[in-house]
């Protein structure tokens, strides 16, 4: 597993360095998937950031400078600036929700409540939901560019939400 993480973040390396970020992206994601290592993690968000996959990439570089605490002054300036860049194209979603719900954006899983970060998402409207014990709460969320936003759901997931 370790090598062909290590050919697939080397692969990813080739891709980026000759500018083909969309195919540093899935080299980087494939290393990922086999080896959570910050410095791929890294190096994915930045491949997302230049491949037009910035609500991605916001999540990516979020979550590099919140897990990795060995990170040098350098990488965490270049994460910094990354997230930076990402956040004034996307959205930010702040989900309140009770402890334990699992938390849905457009259908796709994000979490388990409380979500450690905001949630990064394009600009546009968005579906967030929450179950949690059989129930579920949904709301609709307009998301804009370099804009934070909240969506809030009452006692154990029952409607109403506000956002």
Request: with cysteine.
């Amino acid at each position: 597993m370790v090598a062909m993480a290590r050919e697939r973040f080397q692969e990813g390396v080739k891709y980026y360095d000759a500018k083909q970020y969309e195919k540093a992206r899935a080299a980087f994601l494939q290393a990922y998937a086999l080896k959570r290592h910050p410095a791929v993690l890294l190096n994915l968000a930045q491949s997302e950031l230049r491949s037009a996959h910035e609500a991605d990439a916001a999540k990516h570089f979020d979550l590099y400078l919140r897990e990795n605490k060995e990170a040098s002054a350098l990488e965490k300036q270049e994460a910094e600036k990354g997230l930076t860049a990402a956040k004034t194209r996307v959205g930010q979603v702040e989900v309140r929700v009770e402890d334990g719900a699992d938390i849905f954006v457009d259908g796709q899983p994000e979490g388990r409540s409380p979500l450690p970060a905001p949630v990064y998402v394009s600009p546009g409207s968005h579906t967030i939901e929450a179950r949690k014990a059989g129930q579920t709460a949904n709301t609709q969320v307009d998301a804009a560019a370099g804009r934070a936003t909240s969506a809030t759901a009452r006692s154990s997931c029952a409607p109403p939400w506000d956002s």
